[in-house]
């Protein structure tokens, strides 16, 4: 599989991610620097045949202190129900956030 992710910051500015295939998943060479607001040209190949999405990001407030998927103080029922299926999928790996975005979750 092949995939490449292009972000579109709000001054124009382009940056290519390209990933490689690990044990069951693709992981970004390079880490998506912050702020996490941006619009992203998703490619994505396997057999000759490739899809291209676009897809916006947009920056919420927060902090980068440790977090739990139970802290009610951060989260509303949807973003609960994300961190705790993150949290659940990704137990036990290590996991970049670029390959979160990738994966739509």
């Known amino acids: 599989a092949e995939a490449e992710v292009t972000t579109i910051r709000e001054d124009g500015g382009r940056q290519l ?6 044990d069951g998943f693709l992981e970004s060479l ?3 620097p912050e702020p996490h607001a941006f619009k992203a040209q998703v490619s ?20 980068h202190d440790e977090l739990e998927a139970g ?4 989260q509303d029922a949807h973003e609960r129900a994300h961190a705790n299926d993150i949290k659940r999928r990704f137990a036990n790996r290590n ?3 670029g ?6 979750l």
């Open 17 to 22: 991610f390209k990933f490689v295939r690990k």
């Open 71 to 74: 802290d009610l103080e951060f």
């Open 99 to 104: 390959q979160i975005i990738i994966f739509g």
């Open 44 to 63: 994505l190949g396997l057999g000759g045949e490739h899809h291209d999405y676009s897809l916006t990001f947009e920056e919420h407030q927060h902090t």
């Open 30 to 32: 390079d880490e998506i």
């Open 95 to 97: 996991v970049t956030t």
